[in-house]
């Protein structure tokens, strides 16, 4: 053999290990971090100290965020979005999400129960705890996007080193950590793909984050529980598993006849309007024994109060409807009253999902006292 011939034998091993050390290194951070990744959804958060979670995520950002470093030290990004394309991008991110939005709302109407609130997140909730949703709902949501766009992305293109295929695989990676819930895994992998894409597009990360929020909200606000399992993933998930049959939940709940205001002690008399659509029976001396739970609480002072009405004797039937009476006084302090029903199973957990609650306003105020002078004049003409 020639030394040429040699020469080029050592240049392409050379290569070759260069090659493969460079996959070792994103190889070894995918590996950590899916490891912490999956060390919280099924060991942390089961009732572990909030301490644990945190120190695991800042762990979890360090090894993105150094590793995300020496790849822009390198040039070895996976996409570095243009600027004069972000308006471009920002008008498809838009288009794709009210396209999402369509088919989300369109699964809900032909095999949901076509019930979406989108206002679900008020329901039950104070302003510091409406604002704790926000921010842990957000952070969550920035956290999964760079995620997906600074991490699984580029280490995929340096495994594999092919856009489509590294594509695939990061988006595969994302929705099987949404795993065990079925629903979840397929919505974040057609999400993925398409999230990535739109980055690659020159879309903006605030703009993916909005999206990514919209749709969620979405999502939770309009599929069945049967489907969404009130997107629990992980550990969280596994007593949803064990409920036998998870449809025997399915149905819808709406509030008729509330007045809007009332005296304080005043009587007040209005309707719940239930539809099972599940293939149970719901009464009151079977194992889905079913009641409404009422609950009143003062949108100032926070105070609470509530009852729970039973369905009546023959119960529903699967596929019909009943109504139930819903009897109670107006309370005695005055004051804008948020009165919230939801089904809930004697004995056990309230009904999951945005379609078996209702929320209504309603104000209770003393009526308006008569000045003196009127009545004197009143009487006076009388």
């Known amino acids: 053999m020639s030394t040429q011939a040699l020469r080029l034998d050592e240049s392409a091993g050379a290569v070759g290990k260069r090659a493969r050390a460079v996959r070792i290194g994103p190889a070894l951070e995918l590996a950590g971090v899916l490891t912490l990744l999956e060390l919280d959804l099924w060991v942390l958060r089961d009732g572990v100290h909030p301490f644990w979670r945190v120190l695991t995520y800042g762990l979890v950002g360090g090894i993105i965020a150094a590793f995300h470093r020496g790849r822009r030290l390198r040039g070895t990004l996976a996409y570095e979005p243009r600027r004069h ?8 991110c838009v288009a794709a999400t009210v396209a999402c939005a369509a088919v989300l709302i369109g699964a809900c109407r032909f095999f949901g129960d076509g019930t979406i ?74 999400a993925g793909v398409l999230w990535i894409t739109l980055y690659q597009r020159s879309c903006p990360l605030a703009a993916l984050v909005a999206s990514h929020l919209s749709l969620a909200v979405l999502a939770h606000a309009a599929l069945p529980e049967r489907w969404s399992h009130d997107l629990r993933v992980g550990v969280r998930m596994l007593p949803e598993l064990a409920r036998e049959p998870l449809h025997r939940f399915d149905g819808s709940l709406r509030v008729v006849g509330l007045p809007e205001r009332s005296r304080p002690g005043q009587p007040i008399r209005a309707r719940a309007v239930i539809v099972n659509r599940s293939p149970y029976r719901w009464s009151g001396g079977s194992d889905m024994q079913v009641c409404v739970a009422v609950r009143l609480r003062h949108m100032r002072t926070g105070e609470a109060s509530g009852f729970r009405t039973d369905l009546p004797a023959p119960g529903v039937a699967p596929d019909q409807s009943a109504e139930v009476e819903l009897c109670f006084a107006a309370p005695v302090t005055p004051g804008t009253y948020e009165v919230s029903c939801r089904l809930f199973q004697r004995g056990w957990s309230p009904f999951p999902g945005s379609s078996v609650r209702d929320t209504r306003m309603i104000r209770v105020s003393e009526p308006a006292a008569t000045e003196p002078g009127n009545a004197t004049e009143t009487g006076a003409a009388e």
């Open 85 to 92: 394309a972000k308006l471009r991008g920002i008008c498809e």
């Open 117 to 190: 609130r989108i206002a679900f997140p008020l329901e039950d909730k104070t302003t510091v705890r409406l604002l704790g949703w926000l921010v842990t709902k957000l952070s969550g949501v920035v956290a999964q996007q760079l995620a997906l766009q600074l991490f699984l992305l580029p280490v995929f293109l340096a495994l594999i080193g092919r856009r489509p295929q590294a594509t695939l695989a990061a988006a595969c990676v994302f929705a099987l950590l949404h795993a065990p819930n079925a629903a979840l895994v397929l919505l974040t992998l057609a």
